[in-house]
């Protein structure tokens, strides 16, 4: 059964800090995607890794993917206030079925 | 072309009455999937359902609990004599003839049960 674990599930950072969230997920993986959930709202997809090595950078999210070490990191630089929200990874085994970490509650603080 | 639809938004039910949840997928898109995510949890896989079939039902609960996606009309997630924990938003999504692609997202149907 595939397992996805991300970590940590609560972030609370300072405004202009850095930080990273980690997904580790337990069989080999088609995709693997990055969403945003606002409260009380759908999921906005940020992100569409496909292949070993994928990097890809939206504003001041980037999203790498290591499908050896099956490892998918978020990355958040100089963070702002607009970027507080619940971050999700999903993986894909097969068709377009997801299976979803617990999620990333992210806090900005002024 | 407009997204993926869902109807009602927000569901409220007294224990023991039925809830039917409805999802349009977007134009052209024949896979529909519902997750559900109970409060403070990520997304859970309920079923995989094409045009008059369904795929993977591996999600569901064994009881009380049906879906559907009929040659017309929208698909139905449809909960029977609902409980308290059957509260939680309910999600579908859609995704086109090729499966390996990327599915959208519906606003999800919030489901309160009183």
Redesign the interface.
Known sequence: ELKVEQNPLFLSMQEGKNYTIYCNYSTTSDRLYWYRQDPGKSLESLFVLLSNGAVKQEGRLMASLDTKARLSTLHITAAVHDLSATYFCAVVISGSRLTFGEGTQLTVNP | NAGVMQNPRHLVRRRGQEARLRCSPMKGHS?V?W?RQLPE?????MV?LQKENII?ESGMPKERFSAEFPKEGPSILRIQQVVRGDSAAY?C?S?PLR??????????T?LTVV
Not at chain 2, 41 to 45: M, P, Q, S, V, Y
Not at chain 2, 99 to 108: P, S
């Open positions: 896979h999937y997750y949890e990520g997304l859970k896989f995989y993977d999600f999504a995704s499966t390996d692609t990327e599915a959208f997202f519906g606003q999800g919030r």
